[in-house]
């Protein structure tokens, strides 16, 4: 699956903004879809995630409350709305999709900093 993620930018601590990842597949309600973040000199970290039957959500301690994915399985898009944010936000975001049991296939990645 070839993904392609974009929304990311510069935005004040306490904005907004909102991602989109656009896959390449007519199978896109059959994966699992994730968005991760590596910001500098610090390894990938788990953001969050979206099942692909029951788009049930789960997300990581440090953006729960404050992100929220959702997908549109007609559009082939998964999204990353980003609230109040924070300088600890920026990094490069990636989304990812997967199986029930390992991610497969990654986007190249949108930048979002986050100035204080």
């Known amino acids: 699956v070839q993904l392609q993620a974009s929304g990311g930018g510069l935005v004040q601590a306490g904005g907004s903004l909102r991602l989109s990842c656009a896959a390449s597949?007519?199978?896109?309600?059959?994966?699992?879809m994730g968005w991760f973040r590596q910001a500098p000199g610090k390894e990938r970290e788990f953001v969050g995630g979206i099942l692909r039957v029951t788009s049930t959500t789960y997300y990581s301690d440090s953006v729960k409350g404050r992100f929220t994915i959702s997908r549109d399985n007609a559009k082939n898009t998964v999204y990353l709305q980003m609230n109040l944010l924070k300088p600890e936000d920026t990094a490069v975001y990636y989304c990812a999709a997967g199986s029930n049991t390992k991610w497969l296939d990654w986007g190249q990645g949108t930048q979002v900093t986050v100035s204080s």
């Open positions: 597949t007519r199978t896109f309600s059959m994966f699992q």
